[in-house]
């Protein structure tokens, strides 16, 4: 069982956010999993610019240290996705990442992975944050199994508590991989999902060969 975390504070090491993806991973570890952390903020990963190579070739024209992440993120049971709230959203490195990531919401590429999401703010905006990152994995396939997000104000102790429950939502991550939970109103969205990018990808299956060709391999065309 493999999770692994990305942090997409630019904060480094006094990143608050990582805090809470760590000890999700650490959760996770003491439920059997073997983990990993990536921040994101460390890589280079350049903007989509929405060519559309990649639904045809299957790999991306930008050559950065995007390709790698996203291989660790196909070869994992479950991901973590951890970011502070920016005014009312995500970070820019996360947000850059994810919009690299078109071709596998076409494809469903995370299908039978789990993931869950952590977020800090220093107002508010922390469960609304927590909230898109998981619907983000669920857009890609994924079942979730929660969230943690904490508004610290200008009092640093309230992380602490906050550390407690993430350590307890990464042992629910892996216990939902071993198990191979599944829940109903995801599953109407992952059918739902299925539903319009079969119609997709097979409307532009004379342009977008590769995923065409992942659909057909996988068994999901009629």
């Known amino acids: 069982m493999k999770i692994l975390g990305i942090n997409g504070s630019p904060r480094a090491s006094r990143s608050q956010t990582l805090r809470l993806v760590q000890a999700v991973l650490d ?5 059997g ?3 990993e952390l990536v921040d994101v903020a460390k890589l280079r990963i350049e903007y989509c610019i929405g060519c559309t190579v990649c639904y045809e070739r299957g790999e991306c024209v930008r050559k950065d240290d995007f390709a790698e992440l996203y291989q660790k993120m196909l070869d994992s049971d479950g991901i973590v996705l951890g970011s502070p ?4 959203s995500v970070t820019a490195q996360i947000k850059t990442m994810l919009d690299r990531m078109a071709d596998a919401i076409h494809c469903q590429m995370f299908i039978g992975k789990y993931g869950c999401a952590v977020s800090t703010a220093g107002g508010s905006g922390a469960d609304e944050v927590v909230a898109y990152l998981n619907r983000v994995l669920q857009t890609l396939g994924a079942n979730t199994v929660g969230g943690v997000g904490v508004v610290l104000g200008g009092d640093p102790e309230t992380i602490v508590p906050a550390e407690g429950r993430a350590y307890e939502l990464g042992r629910k991550l892996a216990r939902a991989i071993e198990k191979k939970e599944t829940y109903p109103d995801q599953e109407e969205l992952h059918a739902a999902m299925l539903e319009g990018m079969r119609a997709l990808v097979t409307a532009n299956k004379d ?3 590769h995923e065409y060709d992942y659909w057909r391999e996988a068994g999901r065309l009629p």
């Open 207 to 209: 342009r977008w060969h």
């Open 85 to 88: 709230n920016y005014i009312n």
């Open 27 to 31: 959760g996770a570890k003491s439920a």
């Open 33 to 35: 999993a073997e983990v």
